[in-house]
């Protein structure tokens, strides 16, 4: 199919370290290596697919202290969360913007390894990328 943009979804996280919406250091290196080994400067041949999954807090203690009385904590729960899964997306999507990159972002909830499945099933990109956890070369 001449003329349309090669679709590369990017599985990205927050930062364990700096939190929202900074963007963690894998992502941040997966994106960097995409731009400079993938994209190179034929900005107009690709579309970039960013998803951000978040997960639910396994352990409990990330609102440990927190009280909830009544259904409108949970939602200003959820609100918050959005919120920064937003902010982390802007910095992506800006970033696209400045370099003429065609964009996508959008927020998903689950778990990570079954949610990027399900997302590329559904989405069918031409390429997939997602951080090394520290455990290669980002």
Known sequence: MEGESTRV????NESMIKGYPHESISSRGAFEWTLQKIICSNTSGFKLLFLHVQAPDKDGFDDMDSVYASPDDFKSLRQRDKARGIHLLECFVNRCHEIGVQCEAWI??????????????????NLLIVGSRGL???
């Open 9 to 12: 979804m990017m599985g990205v």
């Open 108 to 125: 998903k909830k689950g778990d990570p390894k079954e949610v990027i499945c399900h997302e590329v099933k559904r989405v069918r990109p």
């Open 136 to 138: 290669g070369p980002f």
